[in-house]
């Protein structure tokens, strides 16, 4: 049977136990000797100067190219195939030699790209969420897991937090049953030192137990998903109650932080939220520093900044330095960033990011088949919406989902009606659909563009 449907039988108190159980597990498998040992190695990197950061990336490069090279069969017969050599790769730059790697690629040829000499005892089982359509799973190790984690509590302790600060938890973990109707719609993991709140029990009328249950533990930072904690802020906003206590961080993740959210978030506790991004497959991390820039984290793994068509738009195609069971080489992740111009004061190296646009897939296609990103643009200024959601089935077609404020009316409606013609023209067809709440993926995750445009629709 389903380990959740055992879990969501048991009674909530013996839940809480579980899910203390669990979060022993993995601070005990996360944050060993070797994970304090590598955060204290990744922090001493903090501060190097641009050369000697990209010296450190280029030396790692090489040699994870000869470790793909010599003990994986999948990069042997691509190598080979094209001619080249682990002697050709000495920089990033080099990496253009090799074909973009797709997670269709590695799904289909998953047993190829594992490494002979990374023991079926030494691999880890991980996977992705699959928010854009199917799940990838994939073999790592425990030491690139720790060193993952090891660059986001670099990340975190910058802001002045540490693995003993309690939060609230607002992400996808499925911790209590769809079907309960009463509070708690929460559960506790001491270990981990963290509330976990469902992201699937945040309706209007359930909100008030969250904002009372956060005044009663008063966890001094939230982590998970922007569109979860701007529900919460979007409740204390129009309900006019408030937390009865500071927070000092909000660090968010998972998805793209639009330009309302962030507005919104921060007008409600006082604070501007943290960005951080990454994935499971581990080729590119990118995170926030003190004074509000996003630096990629150079020296985790080899990234490629690849531009778009659009103006100052580009592909995050990475390789992980880390992963010796499945070495992935040049990996498209699907994002797209734009870059900051900027330097920033902070000291750190590291090229600077100033949006993460989300992924190819959050474009809205028109008729002519051009594409037009960041409309969520359109929604900056509109603070009576509570959420909205754009969904695509035929080029030049799109359908609006929305979810009203109490404050939202027929302005609101012409506004956003203005803003969605500046962008996508008068031969687009626009329809409204209000509902109660949007569609999240099955790890909660919110998508701002969910299309369902078939290849071969766009000329």
């Known amino acids: 049977m389903d380990p959740e449907k055992i879990y969501s039988f048991f009674p909530i108190s013996i839940q809480n136990i ?10 005990g498998f996360r944050y060993d000797q070797t ?56 920089e990033i730059e080099d990496l253009q030699k090799l074909p973009v790697l797709t997670k269709d690629e590695v ?4 047993e190829e790209l594992v490494s002979e000499k990374v023991t079926r005892n030494k691999r880890v089982t991980t996977h992705t969420s699959g928010s854009t359509g199917g799940g990838l799973s994939f073999a790592t190790t425990k030491n690139a897991i720790q060193e993952q984690f090891a660059i986001y509590w670099r990340f975190i302790k ?4 540490g693995l003993h600060t309690w939060k609230g938890y607002f992400g996808g973990r499925s911790v209590v049953a769809l079907n309960q109707k009463d509070p708690p719609f929460w559960r506790y993991d001491f270990p981990g030192r963290q509330v976990l709140f469902s992201g699937y029990h945040m309706s209007v009328e359930n909100l008030q137990y969250y904002v009372d249950e956060l005044n009663r ?18 409740h204390i906003l129009s309900s006019g109650i408030s937390l009865n206590y500071r927070l000092h961080s909000i660090t968010l993740s998972s998805e793209n932080l639009m330009s309302q959210q962030m507005k919104k978030i921060k007008e409600v506790f006082g604070i501007k939220p943290l960005q951080h991004y990454g994935q499971a497959e581990a080729v590119a991390n990118i995170s926030e520093c003190d004074y509000g820039s996003m630096h990629v984290d150079e020296d985790f793994s080899a990234v490629e900044l690849i531009p778009l068509s659009d103006d100052n738009s580009y592909r995050v195609i990475g390789t992980n330095f880390t992963n010796l069971a499945t070495p992935l080489i040049r990996y498209d992740t699907g994002d797209i960033v734009s870059l900051s111009n900027k330097k920033c004061i902070c000291g750190r190296p590291g090229r600077l990011v100033k949006n993460i646009d989300g992924r190819k897939e959050d474009y809205v296609i028109l008729k002519n088949g051009a594409k037009v990103g960041r409309m969520d643009h359109v929604f900056k200024d509109l603070v009576n919406i509570r959420e909205a959601q754009i969904y695509q089935k035929n080029p030049g077609q799109i359908e609006v989902r929305l979810v009203k404020g109490v404050k939202y009316g027929k302005k609101d409606e012409n506004r956003m009606m203005y803003e969605l013609r500046k962008r996508v023209g008068k031969d687009t067809e626009i329809g409204i659909n209000y509902v109660n709440r949007l569609q999240r993926t099955t790890r909660g995750k919110l998508r701002f563009v969910i299309s369902d445009i078939k290849e071969g629709m766009v000329q």
Do not use: M
Request: hydrophobic residues 35%.
């Open 35 to 90: 994970f304090h040992r590598l955060l204290r190695e990744v922090e001493s990197r903090t501060f190097k100067s641009y050369d000697e950061i990209f010296a450190f990336r280029n030396r790692r490069l090489k040699v994870f190219i000869d470790w793909s090279y010599n003990t994986v069969p999948y990069y042997r017969r691509l190598f080979k195939s094209l001619g080249v050599f682990p002697s050709d790769f000495n």
């Open 107 to 110: 799904q289909g040829n998953h």
């Open 18 to 27: 579980l899910c203390s159980i669990e979060g022993w597990r993995i601070k």
């Open 217 to 234: 533990r008063r966890p001094s930072w939230l982590v998970g998903y922007p569109s979860l904690v701007t529900l919460l802020a979007d």
């Open 158 to 161: 910058s802001h002045g937090l």
